[in-house]
Nanobody, 126 residues
């Protein structure tokens, strides 16, 4: 099982960025895929989750209205489109696959996920 994030970088406040999470090693719709972020010294926090099998979505309060999660089944890829970015969105962003269910995993709890990517840095300048 492998998840590889890409698309991070430096962007000005108010700008947009689209992250990708390419998954391999398992059937794409056997799991839910979540996005998380982490700042040094703080706990990893959930951003969103998508059930590939039924398209159900969950967003954290800080992501609602600004971030959109989608997937491309043909490319085995999940995306996180981020708009109206703020300096406080600066973090390492991770994607993860749930451990034992393909339905959406609400709440953004890292312990609900079994497989993780290596992360991609997003920096939002003021």
């Amino acid at each position: 099982v492998q998840l590889v994030e890409s698309g991070g970088g430096l962007v000005q406040a108010g700008g947009s960025l689209k992250l990708s999470c390419k998954v391999s090693g398992f059937a794409f719709d056997d799991y839910a895929i979540g996005w998380f972020r982490q700042v040094p010294g703080k706990e990893r926090e959930g951003v969103s989750c998508i059930s590939i099998s039924d398209g159900t979505l969950w967003y954290s309060d800080h992501a609602k209205g600004r971030f959109t999660t989608s997937n491309d089944y043909a490319k085995n890829t999940v995306y996180l489109q981020m708009t109206s970015l703020k300096p406080e969105d600066t973090a390492v962003y991770y994607c993860a696959a749930s451990g034992n269910q393909n339905t959406v995993v609400p709440g953004g709890f890292p312990d609900d996920y079994a497989y993780w990517g290596q992360g991609t840095q997003v920096t939002v300048s003021s």
